[in-house]
């Protein structure tokens, strides 16, 4: 069936490092795919999208790339801050209309000043 | 501002008993759905809804139920607690629209069962 695998967190970084958070599916088809953040004690809220193969989504200094060839979407940002410590779950869903999303287990990133 | 809010935010239950979790939307989303979140496990889809009188079984379903009367409410049902349902519940709801869209979520329901 449909999944998607996250990296192993947690993820420990100092501030300012470069971030990478390794994201792949397995889909019959062509999903779109999502990157979504949950702050401590709150629920998830959307962080980036892309909807097509080499679409770039990215906000908040986050990017990540939807790679058909090699069925990814690693999230990247280059200078983490200590406020981007949360958890990130990368997820799919297909496009028609509404249908539920399909989460990976979540990353957990630290980040120290 | 439109939202959706979840009820109660904590819950303290003995195993056997029924539970009821509340979840309201003001955006007049056609779509709901419930997650669970485990360490270990992510969020994983219990049950979802694409409109009134609409429920649909996700990955995990037994042991839970939803009802959909009107747009705005999908209650989560527990019909008899057991304790590998202790969990954080999220409810969520979209807009359905042609594309994939954006999942907007409560803040979950952190549910004990002893």
């Known amino acids: 069936g449909d999944s998607v695998t996250q990296m192993e967190g947690p993820v420990t970084l100092s501030e300012e490092a470069f971030l990478t958070i390794n994201c792949t599916y397995t889909?019959?088809?062509?999903?779109?795919l999502f990157w979504y953040v949950q702050y401590p004690g709150e629920g998830l809220q959307l962080l980036l999208k892309a909807t097509k193969a080499d679409d770039k989504g990215s906000n908040k200094g986050f990017e990540a790339t939807y790679r058909k060839e090699t069925t990814s979407f690693h999230l990247e940002k280059g200078s983490v801050q200590v406020s981007d410590s949360a958890v990130y779950f990368c997820a799919l869903s297909f496009h028609q209309a509404g249908t539920a999303l399909i989460f990976g287990k979540g990353t957990t990133l630290s980040v120290s000043s | 501002d439109a939202e959706i809010t979840q009820s109660p935010r904590h819950k303290i239950t003995e195993t056997g008993r029924q539970v009821t979790l509340a979840c309201h939307q003001t955006w007049n989303h056609n779509n709901m759905f419930w997650y669970r979140q485990d360490l270990g496990h992510g969020l994983r889809l219990i049950h979802y809804s694409y409109g009134v009188q609409d429920t649909n079984k996700g990955e995990v379903s037994d042991g839970y139920s939803v009802s959909r009367s009107n747009t705005e409410d999908l209650p989560l049902t527990l019909e008899s607690a057991a304790s590998s349902q202790t969990s954080v519940y999220f409810c969520?709801?979209?807009?359905?629209?042609?594309?994939?869209?954006?999942?907007?979520f409560g803040e979950g329901s952190r549910l004990t069962v002893l």
């Open positions: 889909a019959t088809g062509y999903p779109s």
């Open positions: 969520a709801s979209s807009d359905g629209g042609g594309a994939a869209g954006e999942l907007f």
